[in-house]
């Protein structure tokens, strides 16, 4: 318990060096704020890289993996030792690719809480071609509705609307690039033909610009049904499942729950994009790293200042022991000084980080789809610096008040 | 109760060592009676003050030993003997140290707040009376440092009455005072230590002042005569 006497005396000296103490306030204020503004910037980055890498990329995703290993493909099937496998041609086996039957998949996840959103996809290898003009690319057969469920695609819609690749089974949504590419605009047709020579006519009745040339520049969408008939697939069939859940940073998790409901190869956007996931790290440790060195500089202050005080208040230190205080009392008195600094620096840095985050949240930056530099604000970035704050204004604020305990009143009174 | 020992002192000797080796102190023994009003005099340098900080307490840094009420302190932990201080000594420097933050009334009050024994009311009314008993309690919501040396001394002189130690101990409590003031002073120490039984240990100059006390202890160069 913090004696009240303490505080009383505590209190008269902060009020004798208002001066000294609203520099040592300002350090805190400084260092909390730059934690702060830090902090919910760098997070801010992270969204906007987040929202970008998973308007093309899903949190899970299922899908058949190719065997490894060719030459024995019965091998899983016959497992006994004593069974001799012998295959003659092994290039002429027909193994399965995509799913099957992908309703059944869904039916076996469909129950986990975690998922928020599934979309099945079957994607293709194609040549788009519009007269003599003929380009290698992508086409993701889809359900509109469930591909804005986990994308939001529509948003990257520039012409035309996404919303009607519903009804249109003959409708195709171009990348930007890819369109120009191929010289052709809204309304008009193109020829997309598969590896196996099947080509049917399709007409542009969107184009999307998503500022990732992965998209822009390769990729059209066509309903699902379309893309299955291209290859001559049955109507449950999907190169891949997306599956979006409900907190991205815990999709290793759900993949790992997932693996024991299918035999198929599911994997999470942290293992597939690993390099995000680096990204993402990275930025809060250099987050941390500044805001700990400002916050330890913030420290230097506090701690300079309260030695100061020290100093200069030794005389009354030693007429308080003299009086009676003991070194627990003497403690007290500038550690509730050190704090009382950090509290009242420590709202004013919230309240400063918080318009410092709004002022460069609003400085223009024009980059991809950005427009302004990117800032996140989040309660717990502000409850983080202020705890901090009053861990280092303690630690800063404990050793001078040490220090004052073992002041020696006779040497002090003796002159 | 009458010859109960208030003080006692046995083979005192205190070393300085800065800046070469002296012996301050030489075998200092003593008792003071309880109710004592006892006058320490000597020349400028015999080792005055440097035996009251080893009286108060506060100067642990001797050999022999030092009793106070019965209990001995020599050897006690420095957060014992300043809960011992707070309770039981009252002392007055000789250069009247005040807390200049702190107004003359909350300079008297701070060793009462630190002790608990009263609530903050009482403490407030004792205060103003110990200040009245001085003539300065028209100067109580003063800050300290706005008074003279005379009025410092005096709120010092209240400050160490407030606890109702049993032992007052003065450096020179009148050094800074004029005749009326120091006569004010030594009727208030007189009273004390005859209607209270406080025992007061008082250093002076002032021959007058000492020949009007109990007893009177001598110091030269360390050593009691
Ligand atoms: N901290 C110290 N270090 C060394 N010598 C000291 C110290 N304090 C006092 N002295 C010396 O000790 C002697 C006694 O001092 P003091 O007790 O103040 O004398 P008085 O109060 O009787 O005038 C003096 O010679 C003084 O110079
Ligand atoms: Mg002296």
New binding site residues.
């Given amino acids: 318990m913090i004696r009240q006497t303490n505080f009383q005396v505590a209190f008269a000296h902060l009020s004798s060096r208002v001066k000294q103490s609203l520099v040592a306030m300002l350090s805190v204020t400084f260092g909390i704020s730059m934690y702060i503004f830090m902090n919910g910037f760098m997070t801010g980055v992270n969204d906007v890289q987040n929202e970008l890498a998973f308007s093309a990329l899903a949190h899970v995703r299922i899908y058949r993996d190719l065997p490894k290993d060719r030459s024995n493909l019965l091998a899983s099937k016959y497992d006994e030792e004593a069974t001799l496998i012998n295959i003659r041609n092994p290039k002429t086996i027909q193994y399965t690719t995509g799913i099957r039957n992908a309703n059944e998949v869904i039916d076996a996840i469909d129950h986990l809480p975690e998922i928020t959103d599934i979309a099945t996809q079957v994607n293709l290898n194609v040549f788009f071609r519009n007269g003599s003009a003929k380009i290698n690319g992508l086409t993701a057969g889809v359900n509109a509705n469930d591909e804005e469920a986990l994308f939001g695609i529509s948003e990257s819609v520039i012409e035309g609307s996404w919303f009607d690749l519903n009804h249109r089974s003959d409708g195709i949504i171009m990348g930007v690039g890819l369109a120009k590419k191929l010289s052709l605009n809204l309304n008009d047709n193109v020829q997309v033909s598969t590896a196996d020579g099947v080509t049917r006519n399709f007409e542009i009745i969107g184009i999307l610009e998503t500022t990732m040339a992965g998209v822009d520049d390769m990729k059209a969408f066509i309903q699902i049904n379309a893309a299955r008939q291209l290859i001559s697939k049955n109507r449950s069939y999907a190169t891949d499942i997306q599956v979006n859940v409900a907190d991205f940073e815990a999709a290793s998790a759900v993949a790992a729950k997932m693996r024991s409901l299918t035999d198929l190869k599911v994997e999470s956007w942290i293992e597939s994009n690993g390099q995000l996931d680096a990204g993402n790290e990275l930025r809060n440790i250099i987050a941390l790293a500044v805001s700990f060195t400002i916050l330890l500089v913030a420290g230097f202050g506090i701690y300079n200042i309260m030695n100061m005080t020290v100093n200069e208040k030794i005389k009354e230190i030693a007429i308080l022991k003299a009086m009676g205080f003991e070194g627990s009392d003497i403690v007290q008195i500038f550690l509730v000084q050190s704090i009382i600094i950090g509290i009242i620096g420590g709202i004013i840095g919230m309240l400063f980080g918080a318009a410092v985050s709004v002022v460069i949240n609003q400085v223009p930056f024009q980059v991809a789809s950005l427009e302004t530099l990117p800032m996140s604000y989040r309660a717990k970035d502000y409850v983080a610096a202020f705890g901090f704050g009053l861990i280092t204004t303690f630690v800063a604020g404990y050793l001078p008040a040490k220090k004052a305990s073992k002041v020696d009143p006779v040497t002090i009174i003796r002159g | 109760m009458e010859n109960q020992i208030a003080l006692k002192v046995s083979n005192i000797d205190k070393f300085f060592y800065e800046p070469s080796k002296f012996q301050v102190l030489k075998d200092i023994n003593f008792d003071v009676k309880k109710g004592e009003f006892l006058s320490l005099v000597g020349k400028?340098g015999s080792g005055?003050?440097t035996l009251l900080y080893v009286l108060s307490t506060m100067d642990t840094d001797y050999s022999g030993s030092l009793e106070i009420n019965g209990k001995t302190l020599t050897g006690s932990t420095q957060n014992e003997l300043a809960k011992f201080r707070n309770a039981n000594i009252g002392f007055v420097f000789?250069f009247h140290y005040l807390l200049p933050d702190f107004s003359t009334l909350d300079n008297v009050m701070l060793p009462a707040l630190k002790l608990r024994k009263k609530s903050k009311e009482e403490i407030r009314e004792m205060a103003y009376e110990n200040l009245k008993l001085l003539g300065i309690e028209d100067q109580a919501k003063k800050s300290a440092n706005k008074l003279s040396g005379g009025q410092q001394q005096r709120v010092a002189i209240a400050r160490a009455l407030i606890n109702e130690p049993a032992i007052i101990m003065g450096?020179?409590p009148t050094g800074n005072l004029d005749s009326k003031n120091t006569q004010t002073v030594f009727d208030i120490f007189q009273q004390l230590s005859e209607e209270r039984g406080q025992t007061i240990i008082a250093?002076t100059h002032d021959d007058e002042f000492a020949k009007n006390t109990d007893r009177i202890l001598e110091l030269s160069d360390g050593s009691m005569l």
């Fill in positions: 400028s005055k003050s000789q450096d020179e250093v």
